[in-house]
């Protein structure tokens, strides 16, 4: 992969790329993963407790690493990252050859991190088919707008509304690197079914609903991801989502 030529980022475009820690188990691709870290990431990434962790951290700090090296010359293991006020994860300045912007989600079974040029961007993934007391949790985390929505819809429907919205707000939060100071009963999405969902904002927020896009994908069967992106002028939002092995393969998602 160290050959491929460098991808380019048109403006109002986002690539997501997808992998699956759990499929990654080569000692010696993820010993190549581990000569990537900083001696600070090896020591946070040696920290978790549970194995599944440890390694789903190691597989989606290469894939980051990687992934950012395919739209600028710089090799994956001299990136250098520092955080905002609320903790999101950005380019160190010294990194700033391009106006990159990323960000990383991770769940069981799946990894996925996201880049666009200029605007903020946030993006979650969860396993989907998980069995939680969804009514519940929406009275407790949704809007009330969202929280009827979930109690209207059929019980074989509820579970997958439920991520989507999940997912929705989460990558909403991620994109305004606000971390949980922000309300999640302060916004509602509406066509949270859809292929392109709509965001409702409280004016305590202080955002124009149309300064962002959103999208939801289905990187297998089991997950969905959703997207949050700030628009640009005079530019659709054009996404493509690609799969990635860090080091090895990559290939466009149908």
């Known amino acids: 992969m160290e050959n491929l030529p460098q991808l380019n980022l048109e403006p109002g475009q986002v690539h997501v790329w997808f992998t699956c820690p759990e499929d990654i ?41 990687c992934v950012l090296s395919r739209y600028a010359a ?42 666009t040029l200029n605007g903020s961007v946030g993006v979650d993934v969860e396993r989907w088919d998980r069995q939680r007391d969804f009514d519940r949790l929406a009275a407790r985390y949704f809007s009330p707008y969202e929280a009827n929505l ?51 904002l409280d004016p305590l927020l202080e955002d124009d609903p149309q300064a962002w896009a959103f999208r939801l994908l289905t990187p297998t069967e ?14 659709a939002c054009k996404v493509q989502s690609r799969f990635i092995i860090p080091l090895i393969h990559e290939e466009v998602m149908a």
């Open 150 to 200: 979930l109690k209207e819809v059929p019980e074989y429907a509820k579970r997958r509304l439920f991520f989507n919205i999940w997912t929705l707000k989460e990558s909403y939060i991620k994109a305004r690197g606000v971390g949980l100071s922000m309300g999640l009963d302060l916004f509602s999405f509406e066509a949270a079914e859809s292929g392109h969902p709509r965001i409702v």
């Open 74 to 115: 710089v090799k994956p293991r001299e990136w250098r990252f520092d955080k905002n006020n609320h903790g999101k994860p950005r380019l160190a300045e010294e990194c700033l050859l391009l106006p990159l912007q990323f960000n990383l989600a991770h769940t069981h079974g799946m990894a996925a991190c996201a880049v």
């Open 25 to 65: 188990q080569d000692p010696d691709l993820l010993a190549s993963y581990h000569s990537l870290l900083t001696e600070e990431e090896k020591e946070k990434q040696a920290r978790y407790i549970m194995p599944w962790h440890r390694h789903t951290s190691l597989v989606s700090r290469a894939l980051v690493r």
């Open 222 to 235: 089991h997950h969905v991801a959703a997207l949050a992106v700030e628009r640009q002028p005079d530019s």
